[in-house]
């Protein structure tokens, strides 16, 4: 009871001992400007995504012919009303780009999800157990780096008919090709260190060594792979749907209303400045987040 | 090098073979040919015939068997839409993406390269952290988006150059752009991390001491090592930008395989769609089969494993 309250206090373990390996991360954290911005940033389009049922002015399917085209506010025919302008059917272009960030997300994160388990999976698989295995694996990645992914997504797309879910399995199941690549050379890095043969030693059983000594030590690298691949999944979403076989309309996504805003691009540049310009920021965003992490946790693989 | 270059061969083959067949399947899992070449007023009797008549009833190993032994005859067969022979148009078309291909890539080296040797001469100084940011930047671009713009302001406001077509030399410039900027942040930084390497190792600094100019250290001693891994690079970037031509010759209206490949997906052309994934991830195969021996050829460590 009495130990804190005495004047000459024991100093705290912090004082004394050197900052933790988590402590050092933190710091070099706080100092990364690149992580920072491009966190909290992405912070604020998540929020914009999530609270755009009640934040957005307008519902961004509500069609309008009698307020088609309003230009946004920095036109002199622009009105608060429409901020950011209207589209072609008079719907709201501020609260159709809010919805779109919603897609644009939950496209994104949910192919990094499927991709990320199957190429995590196949990754870890291969540096772990090597040899024959190995080949067999390394033969499949160099497979499907060979096809090319967009034009394969297109055409199955177009085949299955376009949907949102069929989009998102399409990619998802298309995109694992970084995940297992980085999965694999990581965990073929880890393999050979001491602790892995100690836990073999112990007699610990595969599964376990793969949990408990293996996944904890590739996780840094998981984590950059997954936020560059959700970028990535972000931008092939949005170029299926420009092409017209992603996201269907009305839904608002900001390849599609690119393509959409096209045919008016000479006179009414805002309608594809808009949401390239969010689709731009988002993607910023997150690379700069995925950079950020990877500069902090392996500060060493930054070249 | 001959054991070295005879099994790459063989592995490229088995990855060619490999990909005929998922394309195959995924293609036929995904659409039915039969109704697609019936055309959308056919009757169900009309399918099925078309489907006895062309062979789609067959089990789907047998299909494949059919058309993989014309394939390798030079048969990948008829355009449902064009009714031509698949191959002739696909070689009709191919000039167009691989020129576009060539000016992509070499635009992406001649940007790439000298920022990232720039940025390595003078580390985590201002100028590597600009050309950084610049790469960053640059990658957040969607290259339609990117398109649209280069079209708006060069084509539309500034009427320096042509939007669409093929005809000159004139009409490549902001395709190639387009297609090849997305390549240099990662060449560049390859770039700049093998100079870093490189720069610091024992023999650079032994010319140096010899009294070598500078200009010849950094170009002929320093910048022919660290190129070797560029060169696999680009072979696998000039792979990805003959995908990535679907999206800007389908914007740009240029006559190549890419847009071609848009045309077969709207009509699905499943013969024509088939040949030009093959025919892509062809090139792909063969670029980096070519890159891994010019790396052995350049790096004799690599052939011993």
């Known amino acids: 009871m009495a130990i804190s309250t005495s004047p000459d206090r024991l100093p705290d373990a912090a004082e004394i001992l050197e900052p933790s390996p988590a402590a050092l991360m933190r710091r070099r954290a706080f100092r990364h400007y690149g992580l920072i911005i491009g966190g909290g940033f992405l912070a604020l389009i998540v929020f914009v995504a999530l609270a755009a049922p009640f934040i957005a002015p307008h519902d961004p399917y509500d069609q309008e012919l009698t307020r088609r085209l309003i230009p946004p506010i920095w036109h002199d025919k622009g009105t608060w009303e429409y901020p950011l302008g209207t589209d072609g059917f008079g719907r709201g272009y501020l609260s159709r780009t809010m919805y779109g960030a919603q897609v644009s997300l939950l496209i994104g994160f949910t192919v990094m999800l499927i991709s990320g388990v199957i190429g995590t999976a196949m990754g870890i698989a291969a540096g772990y157990f090597g040899g024959r295995f190995d080949m067999i694996i390394t033969f499949i ?16 797309v177009a085949l299955v008919g376009s949907s949102t879910t069929v989009v998102i399995w399409v990619l998802g199941l298309l995109l694992w090709d970084r995940f297992a690549v980085v999965m694999r050379s990581t965990t073929q890095q880890i393999r050979n260190l001491d602790y892995v043969a100690a836990a073999e030693a112990a007699g610990c059983s595969t599964l376990r060594i793969l949990m408990t000594e293996i996944m904890p030590n590739v996780f840094n690298a998981l984590i950059v792979v997954a936020t560059l691949e959700v970028a990535h999944a972000v931008l092939l979403e949005a170029a299926l749907s420009f092409l017209g076989l992603g996201v269907q309309p009305p839904t ?48 060493e693989n930054r070249n | 090098m001959l054991v070295y270059a005879v099994k790459r061969f063989g592995l490229a083959l088995l990855v060619l073979v490999a ?43 047998v299909q494949y068997w059919d058309w993989a032994t014309k394939a390798m005859q030079g048969d990948l067969g008829r355009s449902i839409y064009l009714k031509q022979p698949v191959a002739q148009i696909i070689i009709e078309k191919a000039p167009v993406t691989m020129k576009l291909g060539a000016i992509a890539l070499t635009f992406a080296l001649v940007l790439s390269i000298p920022l990232g040797v720039l940025a390595a001469m003078r580390p985590n100084t201002l100028v590597d952290r600009t050309a950084l940011t610049i790469s960053v930047i640059g990658q957040a671009f969607p290259s339609f988006f990117f398109a649209l713009i280069l079209i708006y302001v060069f084509g539309v406001a500034l009427r320096w150059l042509p939007i669409t077509g093929t005809d000159t030399w004139w009409h490549f410039i902001m395709p190639a752009v387009t297609l090849g900027y997305y390549a240099t942040p990662a060449i560049m930084r390859l770039t700049r991390a093998g100079m870093i390497e490189v720069l610091g190792s024992d023999y650079i600094r032994t010319a140096r001491a010899k009294g070598l100019r500078p200009g010849i250290v950094l170009f002929k001693h320093a910048l022919r090592n660290a190129i070797i891994p560029v060169v696999s690079l680009s072979a696998v970037q000039l792979g990805f930008m003959l995908g990535g031509s679907i999206v800007i010759e389908t914007i740009f209206s240029m006559h190549g395989i890419g847009r071609l490949a848009w045309q077969s997906i709207q009509r699905s052309d499943f013969e024509m769609m088939q040949a030009i994934v093959l025919t892509i991830a062809c090139f792909y195969i063969v670029l980096t089969f070519l890159a891994d021996l010019l790396n052995a050829f350049l790096d004799p460590r690599i052939r011993v494993h």
Do not use: Q
């Not at chain 1, 990645?141 to 199955?156: F, G, S």
């Not at chain 2, 399947?25 to 040919?33: E, H, I, Q, Y």
């Open chain 1, 252 to 299: 608002p996504s900001w390849g599609l209303m690119i393509s959409e805003g096209k045919g008016h691009m000479f006179f009414k540049p805002w309608l594809i400045a808009i949401p390239g310009f969010a689709l731009f920021v988002m993607i910023l965003c997150i690379n700069m987040l995925g950079d950020g992490i990877r500069d902090v946790t392996a500060p």
């Open chain 1, 141 to 156: 990645i160099t497979t499907r780096l060979a096809m090319p992914a967009i034009l394969v997504a297109l055409a199955v």
């Open chain 2, 19 to 61: 990909v005929s067949v998922i394309t195959f399947t995924l293609l036929r899992l995904s659409g039915d040919p039969a109704a697609a070449m019936a055309g959308e007023s056919a009757t169900a009797e009309d399918i099925e015939y078309v489907r006895k008549h062309y062979g789609f009833d067959r089990s789907l190993p």
